[in-house]
């Protein structure tokens, strides 16, 4: 989950809602047997079973508090204190799921905090529980993972986030994400409550804390760094995000690196041997009896290779991507299983991760090597059709007739083309905003519904469509992050137009950290070396002498050079205007 995001119950004026069946029975592959249920219902009613806030007693040590965020959060009893097992993402909801745990399981100090995975949606509620200073456990990858999800792209992350989750559209269009309550971030308290881990490791780790033994088993899957919890005594196994209720995110819209699909499936098959009797996710509702979570566990991992095989398979025969994901198709003894329908991952968009993550994006078709321009293509084909006003007036019958992705592909097109008076773009935005809403409502996965509906609302605003949350962070995770992130990020930060003429270098040095890094802007690139100089590299235009967390809240524009300079904090050799014009063509936001 991307840290910077926000939910604004603004609403948005929908002006049709578009029944359509769920599926026609009688097909091999893909139908529903439930072709009475409409799509809107199964999201609604889907919804409607995983947001009502409560506690819930799993098993003789293990208390969940369900429905109060996105994930859930869960508390191991011992005879020494308790131990909490992921922290949520927001400290207001984190601090109400706390307040109704204790209630259950009163005065009882706190033992350890686990990380499932480094999500933040796991980990954002975590300094309300670490207040003694517990070990906090996660695996060795933990880190890394953390700052690679939340670095290089994230500003892109974050947009693309914001529409996945829906910022602006109403509780009555989208009334969860799909696995869990509406993220509900605002910039008085994203990300002040994460702590990083203080103790890690690799495969098994077991713990025995008040006469109660906890297995904490790497266990890669939604991520690369994830684990799950293994309680014998009471053979209730924690998830994570290997499971959860809906057709596992195998590709998440908003964007992030690949998901080790094998090892997803080698994780189920280790929990399935496990052979629990309770199964508690981290997102969605627990599951009793061991008979019922060994099926599930089965289908679950059923499912995933089922797309991948279909992938591989489709793929050695020569089918190019396109036509992989438009028919592939979960089986039809797995589609309408209720903990495997599309609410959340989607089956095609897992097809196309699936395929571009092993064979790259190009799919064998020899047109798409050397294709002609977008922009050009759109403008000869909307010639073709008759010119803008043609395909405006055809793209609006689709609309009103309710094909809507034909009227989308349309009106993209004309978006594509860039030709139209100032009236007609007008009219396309407000029609292609009109199409998105409209098809949105037809769609059960949220991830989807809630992409829809903001493109939809950013069409209708695009002054406002800009708009960047800044997450306030406090010191304890300021400091925390690697020297080594913030240079890399700021490589990607240079403003090209401003530095093509430019061959200057600005030595940082740490001494508290006892580190120094060169900084190189040569004609539009910005290049990093830590310790020495590379060769070929000019004397420096200044030198800053600065303590590590300063510099941290400089790049972090919490404070500013001149402050740090001002306080005393930093020193500089060489030329301070320099030195200033210098970092004024890297953009920090």
């Not at 008979?291 to 599930?296: G, H, K, R």
């Amino acid at each position: 989950m991307p840290i910077l995001l926000n939910l604004q119950k603004t609403g948005l004026a929908i002006t049709t809602i578009l029944a359509i069946l769920f599926g026609i029975s009688g097909a091999v592959l893909g139908q529903s047997a439930n072709p009475e249920v409409s799509k809107n219902d199964l999201l609604k009613n889907h919804c409607d079973g995983i947001m009502n806030p409560r506690i819930e007693k799993i098993s003789e040590h293990v208390w969940v508090a369900l429905g109060f965020d996105l994930a859930n959060e869960i508390l191991i009893q011992t005879g020494e204190g308790i131990v909490i097992v992921d922290a949520l993402m927001n400290l207001e909801r984190a601090a109400a799921a706390r307040q109704e745990l204790l209630k259950n399981v009163p005065g009882g100090n706190v033992k350890a905090i686990i990380y499932t995975h480094s999500h933040i949606d796991h980990i954002g509620g975590a300094s309300l529980w670490a207040k003694d200073n517990p070990p906090i456990w996660a695996t060795a990858s933990f880190t890394d993972n953390f700052f690679k999800q939340y670095q290089v792209y994230l500003p892109i992350e974050s947009i693309r986030g914001k529409r996945q989750y829906g910022y602006h559209v109403s509780d009555a269009n989208l009334p969860c994400n799909g696995i869990g309550r509406r993220v509900n971030l605002n910039t008085e308290n994203v990300a002040s409550g994460i702590r990083l881990p203080t103790q890690t490791f690799a495969g098994i780790k077991t713990m025995k804390i008040g006469g109660v033994v906890i297995e904490l088993i790497e266990a890669h899957g939604e991520t690369g760094d994830q684990l799950i919890v293994w309680l014998p005594q009471d053979r209730t196994l924690i998830a994570a995000d290997n499971f959860y209720a809906a057709f596992p995110n195998l590709y998440t819209i908003r964007g992030t690196s690949p998901r080790p699909v094998d090892q997803w499936i080698k994780s189920i098959d280790a929990m399935r041997k496990l052979n629990p009797e309770h199964l508690v996710p981290c997102h969605t509702l627990p599951i009793h009896g061991a008979q019922n979570i060994a099926a599930t566990l089965t289908d679950y991992r059923d499912a995933i290779q089922w797309v991948r095989d279909v992938v591989i398979r489709e793929a050695n025969k020569g089918h190019d991507l396109d036509t992989i994901a438009e028919n592939i198709k979960l089986p039809v003894h797995l589609v309408d299983k209720d903990y495997l329908r599309e609410f959340y991952g989607q089956v095609d968009w897992s097809a196309r991760g699936i395929y571009t993550s092993n064979l790259g994006w190009f799919d064998g078709r020899p047109d798409k090597l050397y294709p002609i321009k977008v922009q050009e293509a759109a403008g000869r084909e909307i010639a073709l059709i008759g010119g803008t006003a043609k395909v405006l007036a055809v793209a609006d019958e689709a609309l009103q007739a309710g094909d809507l992705k034909w009227a989308i592909h349309l009106l993209a097109k004309l978006a594509d083309s860039g030709l139209g008076t100032v009236d007609q773009k007008k009219m396309l935005s407000e029609k292609l905003a009109l199409s998105y809403e409209r098809l949105a409502l037809t769609i059960n996965n949220s991830n989807g519904r809630g992409y829809l509906l903001e493109s939809a609302w950013e069409l209708r605003n695009p002054g406002e469509t800009k708009t960047q949350l800044t997450p306030k962070l406090d010191s304890a995770l300021v400091v925390s992050i690697p020297l080594e992130t913030i240079f890399s990020i700021m490589a990607t930060r240079l403003i090209t137009e401003k530095a093509l003429d430019v061959y200057e270098t600005v030595h940082f040095v740490f001494p508290d950290e006892q580190k120094r890094f060169i900084v190189t802007v040569r004609r539009g690139i910005a290049e990093i070396s830590e310790g020495e100089a590379l060769p070929g590299t000019p004397d420096p235009l200044a030198v800053l002498t600065v303590d590590a967390l300063t510099f941290r809240k400089m790049a972090l524009k919490i404070t500013s050079p001149i402050r740090a300079l001002a306080s005393g904090k930093m020193q500089v050799q060489g030329s301070w205007l320099g030195f200033l014009k210098w970092y004024g063509r890297f953009d920090r936001d």
